[in-house]
């Protein structure tokens, strides 16, 4: 099946393309709250909250008997809710720290959630079967009703995230501070960490407890390495969201046995190592080539100055200079001596070197430049 | 001595369980010093101002500012937190740093706007960091990032200013760009609280100390009370009583 083939499908198809829309819209709305996860250093707590969420599925099965989506979601819901917000009120209560209160609640709600699920499944009920889907998620189960509901979901994430903006930057930044000029941080946090669970509840079904963090944390990993400015993160990570969900289900489907889930988290993932490579600021091919760049510049500079140094104690500064002078000082090689010509900074005759007026006064500046960075 | 008092502390006492950090304390700072509070790692010079600002909730004691609790007085007050306090790496200007000082008068969700922009941009301009504006926060040296911490501070255009450690991990230059706005401040007749551990540029830079180690030992303008009794009882005996243990 050929890309254009595949667009086709995707308008024609009702069942493409309600998972299509559904991934995608759960990859904008896990982008972007994932980037308010991210810098708040709590990347873990989108894992630990799925986790919780699994005892939650079961229990609401147990109690119901139905295999709703709705119903085991609003289960999903309770118990993420109540891991989330136990795990802060370990964090501030104890002495532990938030990764090994993550830890806990991820290993104690998750263990809670399997032993339900194997009791689940000795029972003689031909209902259970398919629980365990919400493990790795299953997107060809998703209705047109999700979707809708996903779409709600985000648009009150979306506005409220606009309307508290300025409050919610300050608190990602400075918590201590925003108390001081008065915001609740309490309310502020709560809506926050609130948000972040409903996200994780809305992509159980199609990514499934286990992978459920990578959804959150990736686009906005990627994200960050673009930008410097907090909006365009957000934005970013939400695009970077919204495309994993669109490709990871379009290989999913093009090819068969390819469950999506999976899928989306490595084609999210395949952003992430595109940005840390690629990216101009802070990825690191970049760096890279700019570390190689101002190595080799700051060789021509030592070797230059050198010759400034000898240069600036004859009245003429363009006399010339037996190589051999150079011998003295390491850093010269026959590759930057034609460098330094090639820039029009020396002369080389035979085996003379001689400054030229531009380098004469390029080597004077240096070393002055070189004490004010120092400054 | 001057009439009116900026901040009145009664009975105020903190512990992290079970242990006191601060132990019943009772102070009064006039308005209009430049006051150091000095002592030892572990006096809870940080807790002090935390405690007065409601970050950290005391187990006993009361706090007024101007006469009135904090929460009433929150636009008088503003705050210099540590430089280690926030991750530097936030993606985000030095200009919305120092925009962030104009948040507590907007109060909720209303955007800051020209008039904002213009004080925070001016008060860049007092802290020497006008140039940096547009500088993501990490390309800042440790000594810009306190002005920028500072001009935030300067934004809020308050009438008490409580600063911790601003002079931690800055070089000679930044120090007496600092020293001199927060004359500066003291000659506008704002008060300003300054946690710090230089003793030798106490009676240099401040006209008030305050003495504490847990309890509070001595406060006072820095001519009357800055001396080897006052020093030997905040850190002296202290120190002795940890080596004997």
């Known amino acids: 099946m050929t890309i254009s083939e595949y667009i086709e499908l995707l308008f024609n198809d009702y069942t493409l393309r309600t998972i299509t829309l559904g991934t995608a819209i759960l990859g904008a709305v896990c982008g972007m709250l994932g980037s308010f996860a991210v810098l708040r250093k709590q990347s873990l707590l989108g894992d630990a909250i799925s986790h919780a969420a699994l005892p939650g599925i079961a229990v609401a099965f147990l109690i119901t008997g139905a295999k709703d989506s709705n119903t085991l979601l609003l289960g999903a819901l309770i118990s993420g809710l109540l891991g989330a917000f136990w795990i802060k009120s370990i964090i501030t209560k104890t002495h532990l720290k938030s990764d090994t209160a993550l830890g806990l609640i991820l290993s104690l709600f998750f263990g809670v959630g399997m032993l339900l699920l194997t009791f689940i499944q000795k029972q003689p009920n031909a209902n259970q079967a398919g629980l ?22 985000t648009s009150v994430c979306l506005g409220v995230l606009l309307l508290f903006w300025k409050e919610f930057k300050l608190l990602l930044f400075d918590p201590d501070y925003t108390k001081t000029l008065g915001f609740n941080i309490k309310f502020l946090d709560t809506l926050i960490t609130s948000f972040i669970v409903a996200a994780i509840i809305l992509g159980l079904q199609t990514v499934g407890v286990v992978l459920m963090s990578a959804m959150l944390l990736a686009p906005a990993a990627a994200a960050r390495q673009w930008t410097n400015s907090l909006a365009i993160m957000v934005a970013l990570a939400a695009t970077f969201g919204a495309f994993s ?16 889930g999976p899928v989306i988290v490595l084609v999210a993932s395949v952003f992430v190592i595109v940005s840390f490579i690629f990216s101009p600021g802070r990825g690191l091919l970049f760096k890279e080539i700019r570390f190689r760049k101002n190595r080799n510049d700051l060789k021509l500079h030592k070797t230059l100055s050198f010759m400034y140094d000898i240069a600036k104690n004859h009245d003429d500064i ?20 034609h460098k330094l010509e090639k820039e ?16 004469f006064f390029k080597a004077k500046n240096l070393y002055n430049q070189h004490i004010e960075t120092n400054d | 001595m001057k ?7 009664d009975d105020l006492t903190v512990a992290y369980n079970y242990k006191p950090v601060l132990w019943d304390i009772d102070l009064t700072i006039p308005k209009g010093v430049l006051m150091a509070i000095v002592g030892p790692n572990g006096a809870g010079k940080s807790t002090l101002i935390k405690a007065i600002l409601g970050i950290i909730k005391p187990i006993a ?6 006469g009135k609790p904090y929460k009433n007085q929150r636009k008088l007050v503003a705050y210099v937190p540590q430089k280690g306090s926030v991750d530097w790496d936030f993606p985000t200007t030095a200009l919305d740093v120092v925009l962030m000082g104009t948040y507590g008068s907007l109060g909720w969700i209303k955007r800051p ?21 547009s500088r993501q926060i990490s390309q800042l040296s440790g000594g810009q990032q306190q002005r920028i911490f500072l001009a935030r501070a300067l934004v809020q255009n308050a009438e008490i200013y ?14 007496k760009a600092i020293i001199n706005i927060l004359k500066i401040l003291r000659k506008a007749g704002k008060t300003v609280i300054v946690v710090h551990h230089d003793l030798q540029t106490v009676p240099e830079y401040f006209d008030w100390v305050t003495f504490l180690n847990v309890k509070k030992i001595a406060t006072g303008p820095v001519s009357a009370i800055f001396n080897n009794e006052n020093l030997i009882k905040t850190y002296g005996i202290n120190y002795q009583v940890s080596v004997l243990e």
């Not at chain 1, 790795?136 to 809708?148: N, P, R, S």
């Not at chain 1, 969900?245 to 999506?260: C, E």
């Not at chain 1, 363009?318 to 001596?337: A, C, E």
């Not at chain 1, 029009?344 to 380098?359: M, Q």
């Open chain 1, 344 to 359: 029009n900074l020396i002369v080389l005759i035979g085996s003379n070197w001689s400054l030229t007026e531009e380098g």
């Open chain 2, 3 to 9: 009439e009116e008092i900026a901040v009145a502390i």
């Open chain 1, 318 to 337: 363009s006399h010339p200079h037996t190589v051999k002078i150079l011998n003295n000082f390491q850093g010269y090689t026959k590759k930057s001596l």
């Open chain 2, 113 to 133: 706007g020209k008039t904002e922009k213009k004080a925070a941009l001016e008060a860049l301009e007092k802290v020497g960091m006008l140039p940096f504006k």
């Open chain 2, 162 to 175: 409580f600063m911790d450690e601003p002079f931690q991990g800055v070089d000679a230059t930044t120090e």
């Open chain 1, 132 to 153: 365990d889907k919400y493990l790795f998620g299953q997107a060809a189960t998703l209705l047109e009703k999700d979707v809708w509901f996903m779409a709600i979901v």
């Open chain 2, 61 to 66: 004691g009361s706090v007024t500012i101007f």
């Open chain 1, 245 to 260: 969900g669109v490709i990871g289900t379009g290989i999913s489907a093009s090819y068969p046995n390819l469950s999506t």
